[in-house]
């Protein structure tokens, strides 16, 4: 195993050389080169690393001397022997988004990070829609870029998609809904959930906002680069590959990445998140692996000009060639709720209410008598649904297609005698941003000629 060193000048030379020859022989390397990494205080010159008996990769800074190294000389692992002062435990999260994003590990005295393996199991151009958390729009996400590969979002393709989900509250094995074929209303959801399907689960989701084929599946424990521990999504892959499509949209869960070798990546990330998770831990990683930003919530209360400004300039420095697109997102109801008294049932924010309200009260001339924003919050839920259908007398329960969506709230809007409607999450980007669609068309047709020249070689 070919062995790259990262050594500094905290460390005599004599030093560096004996450490090196004792790792790989102690771990059995074959130690083929060093980069240099800084530090000046014990050694001469730069230039009197040659002393090493390697060859030694010296550049204006870290990050370019690895990287340099790297493609220079082909290793098949990185071994870091350097120390304090010269790097920080932050520095070598850096250094790991680095070097784990050219699918090589890093080690060190006392750590080690691997690349994530996908399976390579996909027979059909393919690509992942992935987040940096929760509640960055991951499947409002996923749901329009099906979409726009099928023509529904306003731009020519001729795409026939399919989407694989893979949620915490997936099924245990692949699931189909035949989004086209099959009638998903709320009495048909509602008697999914109480058969102990979590009928609000992203594949019956995706399938009513996309009238798309989806393959459910599931997902257990999530690591720093979007490792899942368990997941039946490569079985859920063996599935699509099966099916009458010729594109498959693999979503992700959380932070989590879908555990199989796609094409290309698109990745969400929301403008009201730290901007650590752009430029801390793994958030480089997954910057570095994407085609595509869409960089979601971009106005106020939930993030104002400067701090997504900020995110932009984070999400351009990992990653100075991806593609970004700053959106909003705004709620488009699947039925007619014009002259209705609605109730809404969301997972968006407090502080994003009154621009949801505004939203729906303009664009389809309702009456938003009251909102829930604890669709995620079982307890509450109840208490908010109690209060308002006691005092408010509404005509419509209009709800996200999210965690307590069926088994709570289509529940008791039917039980109420109430219209229980569905509604999307659309992704609209910002005056002056490249068109999503378009933007998404882009990295599907690379997404195929990866797959084209991966499949003649």
């Not at 980069?35 to 205080?41: K, L, P, R, V």
């Not at 968006?348 to 505004?358: L, V």
Request: proline share 7%; aromatic share 6%.
């Amino acid at each position: 195993m070919k062995a790259l060193f990262l050594i500094d000048g905290e460390h005599y030379i004599p030093v560096n050389r004996d450490g090196i020859s004792s790792v790989a022989r102690s771990r059995g390397y074959e130690a083929t080169a060093a980069a240099f990494i800084g530090g000046m205080e014990k050694i001469g010159t730069p230039e009197d690393l040659k002393a090493l008996g390697l060859p030694v990769t010296i550049e204006k800074d870290p990050f370019t001397a690895i990287t340099a190294a790297i493609e220079r000389h082909r290793p098949d692992i990185v071994v870091d022997l350097s120390d304090e002062p010269v790097v920080s435990s932050r520095r070598r999260f850096e250094f790991a988004n680095l070097i784990i994003s050219h699918d090589i590990p890093y080690e060190g005295a006392d750590f080690r990070f691997d690349p994530p393996r996908y399976e390579t199991v996909c027979k059909k151009p393919s690509l992942s829609v992935g987040g940096t958390g929760k509640r960055v729009g991951k499947t409002a996400l996923a749901a329009f870029v099906a979409r726009a590969l099928n023509g529904q979002e306003n731009v020519r393709a001729s795409f026939t998609p399919c989407i694989v989900t893979m949620g915490r509250g997936g099924p245990p094995q692949p699931e189909v809904i035949e989004g086209g074929k099959i009638r998903l209303t709320p009495e048909h959801l509602l008697a999914e959930s109480r058969r102990g399907k979590h009928a609000a689960s992203d594949h019956y989701e995706d399938a009513l906002m996309t009238r798309l084929t989806t393959v459910g599946c599931r997902r257990c424990g999530g690591g720093f680069s979007g490792v899942v521990f368990v997941s039946v999504v490569p079985e859920g892959a063996k599935v699509a590959n099966e099916l009458p499509c010729d594109f498959i949209v693999f979503e992700g869960s959380g932070a989590s990445m879908p555990p199989v070798a796609t094409d290309a990546w698109i990745m969400a990330v929301g403008a009201n998140q730290a901007i650590e998770y752009i430029t801390g831990y793994m958030g480089p990683y997954r910057i570095r692996k994407s085609d595509l930003c869409v960089l979601t919530m971009c106005e106020e209360p939930l993030a104002d000009k400067q701090k997504i400004a900020e995110m932009e300039a984070a999400i351009y420095r990992v990653n100075p060639s991806i593609r970004l697109v700053k959106t909003i997102f705004r709620p488009k109801p699947l039925e007619e709720i014009g002259g209705e008294r609605v109730v809404l049932t969301t997972t968006a924010p407090p502080a994003a209410g009154e621009k949801i309200r505004e939203s729906l009260e303009r664009e389809y001339r309702c009456d938003v008598v009251a909102m829930s924003h604890h669709l995620s919050h079982r307890p509450k839920l109840r208490e908010d649904l109690a209060a308002v259908l006691a005092t408010e007398k509404p005509t419509v329960l209009l709800t996200e297609v999210k965690a307590a969506a069926i088994d709570v709230v289509t529940a008791i809007g039917l039980e109420a005698g109430l219209r229980v409607v569905y509604a999307d999450n659309i992704p609209i980007p910002l005056e002056g941003e490249p068109d999503l669609s378009e933007s998404v068309l882009h990295v599907a047709h690379s997404a195929v000629q990866r797959f084209t020249a991966k499949e003649a070689r």
